[in-house]
């Protein structure tokens, strides 16, 4: 069952989201009005889960397993659902870029590009194989390159 924008206001009060609530919801219709709501929801869970995740000491793979479990839980279309993190993680980095070059930023937001176009196309394109190795040499470089320096440890 989808919550009303009324739950969804009062899911905001409780978690202490940040935001004028009238403000997201202006001139917007309710379909929007619930997915504007939603959008803040989730960034204030993110915020929340990010310091939770912080005070529990599990590890990387502790934590994937429980957001699988969770994802599981909710029924939702797993690949689909990591295809969007993904897309909104490149998003955010493009806007904190800004115009000026960055490598770092850059070869993030290129890998991300690359991963979100491997995931959705599974392997439907003739080149892939060739492209996930390049991929796989790549990513096995940069750990190298992180490990080789004291302030990025991996």
């Known amino acids: 069952m989808e919550p009303t924008t009324d739950d969804l206001l009062r899911a905001m009060a409780v978690l202490g989201a940040p935001g004028d609530p009238l403000y997201i919801m202006r001139d917007l219709d309710d379909e929007h009005r619930r997915l504007a ?3 803040h929801l989730t960034a204030a869970l993110e915020a929340h889960l990010a ?3 912080e005070r529990s000491d599990l590890g990387v793979e502790d934590l ?3 957001h699988w479990d969770a994802d599981r839980a909710a029924a939702a279309p797993l690949r689909r659902a990591q295809v969007a993190r993904l897309a909104r993680v490149q998003h955010g980095l493009w806007r904190e870029r800004g115009k000026h070059a960055d490598p770092v930023t850059d070869a ?3 890998t991300l590009a690359a991963l979100t176009a ?3 196309r599974g392997g ?3 080149m892939l194989p060739d492209a996930v190795t390049a991929l796989r040499d790549a990513a096995d470089h940069l750990g ?3 490990r080789a320096t004291p302030e990025h440890p991996v």
Request: aromatic share 0%; hydrophobic share 65%; no cysteine.
């Open 37 to 39: 709501l939603l959008a």
């Open 51 to 53: 310091a939770a995740e």
């Open 64 to 66: 994937a397993d429980l």
């Open 108 to 110: 993030a937001l290129t």
């Open 118 to 120: 491997l995931l959705e």
């Open 124 to 126: 439907a394109h003739p």
């Open 144 to 146: 190298t390159v992180l």
